[in-house]
T-cell receptor, first 112, second 116 residues
Framework: AQSVTQLDSHVSVSEGTPVLLRCNYSSSYSPSLFWYVQHPNKGLQLLLK??????LVKGINGFEAEFKKSETSFHLTKPSAHMSDAAEYFCVVNSGYSTLTFGKGTMLLVSP | DAGVIQSPRHEVTEMGQEVTLRCKPI?????LFWYRQTMMRGLELLIY????????DSGMPEDRFSAKMPNASFSTLKIQPSEPRDSAVYFC??????????????FGDGTRLSIL
């Protein structure tokens, strides 16, 4: 069985400040983990993925995430938020021969 | 390289009418997925094809929904008859590799469906 919990439904930051979007997962097997971003009226776009290689994963647009097995976490971070980062972010887990499990999403709000 | 292409982008129709949503996956991808997204239920997997064969349709809500993949470059999702509760954004996604592989899914921009 697998599940994913995004701990915050909304996160508000000011432009230029750090971003932290939290994700915890549970999995019976070694998981693959993904972060997707969805801008208004658009589909989901892959930000980054973890597939049992380096635990610190760098993605597009300056985002990165760290896989911590001991904490079953895969939090998404960015050192400095930009207005264009305002969107909804989804954490996704895949434990093997099963369907993907999507988190409920975190809406990132960026104020000037 | 073209991404996943969905049509139409928007569809408004009256209840009882047949609705057909279309998807062209990324060339070379052998898995295709249909999802539905609503505020209440989030993103739900409806059906998954691998090599044009339906593998998992457990997410299809009821018999009013059907999906086909006649070839590797085209899939349809049909609702007949449509009901107001079917109003949602429907996404198609494709990936290289079977469900459960570590390959990411690539999403289209979706079809926003409104049933009056």
């Amino acid at each position: 069985a697998q599940s994913v919990t995004q701990l915050d439904s909304h996160v508000s930051v000011s432009e230029g400040t750090p971003v932290l979007l939290r994700c915890n997962y549970s999995s019976s097997y070694s998981p693959s983990l993904f972060w997707y971003v969805q801008h208004p009226n658009k589909g989901l776009q892959l930000l980054l993925k973890y597939t049992s290689a380096a635990t610190l994963v760098k993605g597009i647009n300056g985002f990165e995430a760290e896989f911590k097995k001991s904490e079953t976490s895969f939090h998404l971070t960015k050192p400095s938020a930009h207005m264009s980062d305002a969107a909804e972010y989804f954490c996704v887990v895949n434990s093997g021969y099963s369907t993907l499990t999507f988190g409920k999403g975190t809406m990132l709000l960026v104020s000037p | 390289d073209a991404g996943v292409i969905q049509s139409p982008r928007h569809e408004v129709t009256e209840m009882g009418q047949e609705v057909t949503l279309r998807c062209k996956p990324i060339s070379g991808h052998n898995s295709l997925f249909w999802y539905r997204q609503t505020m209440m239920r989030g993103l739900e997997l409806l059906i998954y094809f691998n090599n044009n064969v339906p593998i998992d349709d457990s997410g299809m809500p009821e018999d009013r929904f059907s999906a086909k993949m006649p070839n590797a470059s085209f899939s349809t999702l049909k609702i007949q008859p449509s009901e107001p509760r079917d109003s949602a954004v429907y996404f198609c996604a494709s990936s290289l590799g079977a469900q459960g592989s570590n390959q990411p899914q690539h999403f289209g921009d979706g079809t926003r469906l409104s049933i009056l």
